[in-house]
């Protein structure tokens, strides 16, 4: 089976997942790869209509990774993920979804450029 999208970490997205121990990091990254391979929105799931999460569950605590579709890049698709965090509440908190579009727009900027 062929994923249906693949992955690129932005350098924030690396910093967050390399500070997370190992096993909870390696749930992650499996739930990134078993998210681009099935839709399934426990494990990736649209927030606005331009950014998306990555949701990971591990011990109780709540990992998400942010992303948005590298519109540029159809063939094959694209998600780029801006960063993490531990959410806390029930409600992914707006500052997250806009240093997400944030970042989306730096990206775009540099890539036209």
């Known amino acids: 089976m062929e ?3 693949e ?4 350098e ?4 967050f997942l390399r500070g997370l121990s190992e096993k909870p990091r390696l749930k992650v990254l499996f739930n990134i790869r078993k998210s681009a391979m099935a839709n399934d ?6 927030l606005t209509e331009l950014i998306w999460e990555f949701r990971t569950e591990y011990a109780g605590i709540q990992y998400r990774v942010l992303s948005f579709w590298d519109e540029a890049r159809r063939t094959p698709n694209r998600v780029i993920a801006t960063h993490g965090f531990v959410k806390k509440g029930d409600k992914v908190p707006v500052k997250e979804i806009q240093k997400a579009v944030n970042i989306r727009v730096l990206y775009l900027k540099q890539k036209r450029s």
């Not at 992955?7 to 932005?10: G, I, K, N, P, R």
């Open 41 to 46: 929105p426990k494990l990736f799931k649209k």
């Open 12 to 15: 924030d997205a690396r910093t």
């Open 3 to 5: 994923p249906r999208f």
């Open 7 to 10: 992955v690129f970490f932005l």
